[in-house]
């Protein structure tokens, strides 16, 4: 008989007997927890067990090869066997030393920290989890103990007493476990009163476990598909304008007309880029139709491009070179196209790259191009603060439109809905973008609530998916990230009976149905621009009975067309 | 003294140990958390386990309504579904209960002559735990229904614009109530 494979073996159950209700509470394994200064700081390893919910699947041989990645195998995470290269410490202990040198930023983020502890709790995961390793210091404590202990004098003298530890295989499963527990949302760099950047420590912590080829297929596999077709489910040109197709199809039948947008057009102003997310996922599908209609009412000179088909950049999750490579096909699709500038659709980390990294890491791509300031041609009003990125968010661009009175707007039309508004991450935390999104849903909608304080703007949590970790074999680990989120939505709708849940992320809008359908199933999701084409009054356009939805309008229940 | 008098009277300890029964289900280290931080928003779980503990008892202790004690236990079940439990491990804390009153009320529960009142008590919690048994496993299903309808929703529009996606005709019967396909319909999307 064939042997069964071992990530199928199911430990047997400690003993079949029946246990009171105080053996039971008891029986709780907090061993792997232990991580407190009785035990020294990170005696932590044997005790780690990967558990099933909580994990991403190991990426695929072939996403590795098609970017050219090291170490691509088959392997499964719940094998003993990570099949690693024989020399994997070396290649570790190498990798960080050669970091440690090219960024400042991770050399400071690994001294600096003095356990303050303030980080300590803002962390969704850990507030859903509570288990201790979640705690940002921790989570990268995880990997300072290693650090102490090849980088630095005293921890190479005084070994744990100074908080170091050997790196072993123990170790690095660790590292990788919690690695994947971080959504890289920055909520507890807020907090920090040093200014350290966790997300930069999960940034170089991936990177370095890359360097063994143990990515995950739900971060490998879009890196993989970006870099051949331009976006993340690896669609081809044709599939990609036969999707916006037949969104306008939809279109037609909701306001008696076709638009016609163009797709790679040479000589148009404007380049729009917007995650795949948005053309394949619903209801991010509704927010591209929002887009759709925003752009013909006001007669836009802009095209759709099928080769920079991808707004999101899972090479972020990565490494620093895939990064870039990824990002480099929107400077250079702007520059073939010989446009002016880049209007950006709603994402998250998307905004993240454009706001923090693109300028200083592909403009020269943009040499020669045409690409200048960017200014509204609506409104002539200059967006300086894209002056280096030549990129605008939608909902400045938006909400500029609206203060110049330029959309003509019927709010009621979204009068059966009681908006809130959930900061996505990277907008808010890595660009600021706080206020827009807010005037935009307020002139669009008449029923706007707020969420706690402490759970919105720069203190937004994250939605327990982004980086990578929106997967369907992890539903555990997104729940317990997702919880704090649902229990603010879940307080609004409970006060003022809220029901929409808007957001400017592709991810958002993937992740929060199912983390709302768990907590809170009466409050759907949507994008800002979705809300936008409801309101949206163009000209030569039937009466509406319908929402992008296919729902009726407020007051249309009994329409014939509906 | 009856039973419902001596629980109302020791309600702020019994209170207060049953939920320490629910935060020892925790690692030692978060237990301080949970405990301390008093914002709901900050600290959801902690608070959840506070406010529906209270709520249960004293629900158990007037009318045990199965409908209010179900939403005070949905709240602290459902977290509890997706953390680090086995399902026992999830549902277990309602006995310990049991153990918490007879600590808190040994002496009184003799004196007092309420045993007969503390079997029917007993009663209670024992539907407790079945009305909990009943709430973890629809919070378990409930994940299992959204992984799989997450897989259908990410890939519904790829596969209607590949024509792999079947969709009934508008018009179309059962069949065996006279509804094949008449002349002329075609199932096209198939």
């Known amino acids: 008989m064939a042997d069964i494979p071992k990530s199928w073996k199911v430990a047997p159950p400690k003993a079949w007997k029946l246990t009171t209700p105080e053996e039971l509470v008891k029986d709780t394994d907090h061993r792997r927890y232990t991580l407190g200064l009785e035990k020294g700081w990170l005696r932590t390893a044997p005790d780690v067990e990967i558990k099933p919910g909580m994990h991403c699947h190991a990426a695929l041989p072939k996403r590795l090869e098609d970017v050219g990645m090291p170490n691509p195998r088959t392997w499964s995470v719940m094998d003993e066997d990570w099949k690693l290269p024989k020399n994997w410490k070396e290649i570790i202990l190498e990798g960080f030393k050669d970091r440690l040198e090219r960024f400042r930023s991770f050399k400071l983020f690994m001294d600096i920290c003095v356990r303050c502890g303030a980080c300590a709790d803002k962390c969704h995961y850990f507030i859903g989890s509570a288990d201790p390793k979640n705690m940002p210091v921790l989570r990268a404590e995880l990997f300072r103990s290693v650090y102490r202990k090849y980088f630095t004098t005293a921890g190479k003298v005084l070994g744990p007493i100074a908080g170091a530890r050997e790196l072993n295989i123990d170790v690095l499963k660790e590292w990788w476990y919690y690695l994947y527990q971080c959504t890289e949302c920055r909520r507890c760099s807020v907090f920090c009163p040093y200014g350290i950047d966790t997300a930069e420590i999960t940034l170089m912590g991936r990177e370095l476990t890359n360097l063994l080829g143990l990515n995950i297929d739900w971060i490998a596999a879009p890196v993989a598909f970006c870099n051949r077709t331009g976006n993340h489910m690896g669609i081809q040109p044709h599939a990609y304008k036969d999707m916006i197709e037949f969104f306008l199809d939809e279109i037609e039948t909701i306001i008696g007309y076709r638009i016609e947008p163009t797709f790679n057009r040479k000589g148009a102003e404007i380049l729009f880029i917007t995650p795949s997310g948005d053309v394949f996922g619903d209801p991010g599908t509704y927010t591209a139709m929002g887009y759709l209609m925003l752009f013909e009412a006001l007669g836009l000179d802009y095209t759709w491009s099928t080769y920079a088909s991808e707004g999101g950049n899972f090479g972020l999750f990565t490494s620093n070179e895939i990064m870039k490579k990824l990002n480099a096909k929107m400077y250079a699709e702007a520059k073939r196209l010989g446009v002016k500038w880049i209007l950006g659709g709603e994402c998250g980390h998307m905004w993240r790259v454009v706001n923090q990294y693109m300028g200083t890491m592909n403009l020269d791509m943009a040499e020669g191009s045409k690409m200048e300031e960017p200014v509204s041609p609506i409104t002539g009003t200059k967006f300086e603060n894209a002056r280096s990125t030549k990129m605008v968010h939608i909902t400045e661009f938006t909400a500029d439109l609206i203060k110049h009175g330029k959309l003509k707007l019927d709010p009621s039309r979204n009068d059966h809905l009681k908006v809130t508004y959930h900061d996505s991450c990277n907008p808010a935390r890595a660009m600021g973008l706080l206020e827009e999104p807010r005037y935009v849903i307020k002139n669009v909608c008449n029923n706007f609530y707020e969420m706690p304080p402490n759970t919105i703007r720069e203190q937004t949590f994250c939605c327990g998916g982004g980086s990578g970790l929106n997967a369907g074999e992890d539903m555990e680990l997104r729940m317990r990230g997702g919880m704090p989120r649902a229990n603010a939505v879940k307080y609004v709708h409970e006060k003022y009976g809220v029901n929409k849940l808007a957001c400017v992320c592709a991810i958002d809008r993937a992740v929060l149905p199912n983390t709302m359908e768990y907590f809170v199933p009466e409050v759907d999701v949507t994008g800002v621009h979705e809300l936008v084409a409801n309101a949206l009054i163009l000209e030569g356009e039937k009466e509406r009975t319908v929402d992008l939805r296919g729902e009726p309008l407020p007051g249309m229940e009994d329409s014939e067309d509906v | ?190």
């Open chain 2, 1 to 190: 003294m009856d039973l419902k008098s001596l629980l109302l009277q020791k309600k702020s300890p019994i209170v207060k140990k049953w939920c320490d029964v629910v935060l020892s289900t925790y690692p030692q280290q978060s237990q301080k958390f949970l405990r301390k931080q008093k914002d709901q928003f900050a600290n959801p779980v902690g608070r959840t386990i506070f406010e529906g503990i209270e709520s249960i008892f004293d629900e158990l202790l007037h009318e045990a309504n199965a409908d209010k004690i179900a939403l005070f236990l949905d709240n602290i079940i459902r977290v509890r579904a997706v953390q680090e439990f086995s399902s026992s491990q999830a549902v277990g804390f309602i006995f310990g209960l049991k153990k918490v009153i007879r600590e808190e009320l040994e002496r009184e529960i003799l004196k007092e002559g309420v045993t007969e009142e503390l079997g029917a008590f007993d009663s209670r919690i024992d539907a407790l735990a079945l009305l909990c048994f009943d709430i973890y496993t629809q919070c378990r299903q409930k994940i299992f229904d959204i992984r799989v309808k997450e897989v259908k929703t990410r890939s519904e529009r790829l596969l209607q614009m590949a024509g792999l996606a079947y969709e009934l005709p508008e018009d179309y019967e059962h069949p065996g109530k006279g509804g094949d396909l008449k002349e002329g319909q075609v199932n096209n999307k198939c």
